[in-house]
């Protein structure tokens, strides 16, 4: 039996609340994070209230294309980045930020030959053990980082 659910989204409301972030951060960039198909709503239908946001994240390779194939041309940020070196020539091609979150990523990207360097976004495990390089690794994976070529 199904669940007797019902999601409804307001785009004014979230346009709304994009712009209270902007007016509390002034000069600050804002990224919309929209992950799993806009957590349920539709992408697609989500994007017109989110016109204000420098860019959008998410953590879908494909939502990331189809954004590009619908023509959004802002920055879009992958918060898992990319997992093997053959998905990085996509990231290039389609103009994709990434997050690095582990050193094997660097490696990733120290071997790659891309046609455009990428945007690099490095997470820090700052106590939550989820994702991120140890706080103590950064220096060295920055200086790595700032080296490559791909970056």
Same mark, same amino acid.
């Given at each position: 039996?199904?669940?007797?659910?019902?999601?409804?989204?307001?785009?004014?409301?979230?346009?709304?609340?994009?712009?209270?972030?902007?007016?509390?951060? @002034?000069?600050?960039?804002?990224?919309?994070?929209?992950?799993?198909? *806009?957590?349920?709503?539709?992408?697609?239908?989500?994007?017109?209230?989110?016109?204000?946001?420098?860019?959008?994240?998410?953590?879908?390779?494909?939502?990331?294309?189809?954004?590009?194939?619908?023509?959004?041309?802002?920055?879009?940020?992958?918060?898992?980045?990319?997992?093997? @070196?053959?998905?990085? @020539?996509?990231?290039?091609?389609?103009?994709?930020?990434?997050? !690095?979150?582990? *050193?094997?990523?660097?490696?990733?990207?120290?071997?790659?030959?891309?046609?455009?360097?990428?945007? !690099?976004?490095?997470? !820090?495990?700052?106590?939550?053990?989820?994702?991120?390089?140890?706080?103590?690794?950064?220096?060295?994976? !920055?200086?790595?980082?700032?080296?490559?070529?791909?970056?």
């Amino acid at each position: 039996m199904a669940r007797p659910l019902f999601a409804q989204i307001n785009l004014a409301a979230l346009r709304g609340n994009l712009a209270q972030v902007r007016e509390r951060a @002034p000069n600050t960039q804002v990224l919309a994070v929209v992950k799993a198909n *806009a957590y349920g709503h539709g992408l697609l239908r989500v994007l017109p209230a989110l016109d204000d946001a420098d860019g959008l994240a998410l953590l879908e390779l494909d939502a990331a294309l189809a954004l590009r194939a619908a023509h959004y041309t802002r920055r879009i940020l992958l918060l898992e980045g990319f997992f093997a @070196p053959d998905e990085l @020539p996509e990231f290039a091609a389609r103009r994709l930020a990434t997050v !690095v979150h582990h *050193a094997d990523q660097v490696t990733m990207l120290e071997h790659a030959h891309l046609e455009r360097p990428l945007e !690099v976004f490095l997470k !820090v495990n700052t106590g939550m053990n989820r994702l991120g390089v140890r706080p103590g690794d950064v220096a060295a994976l !920055v200086d790595r980082l700032t080296q490559c070529d791909s970056v």
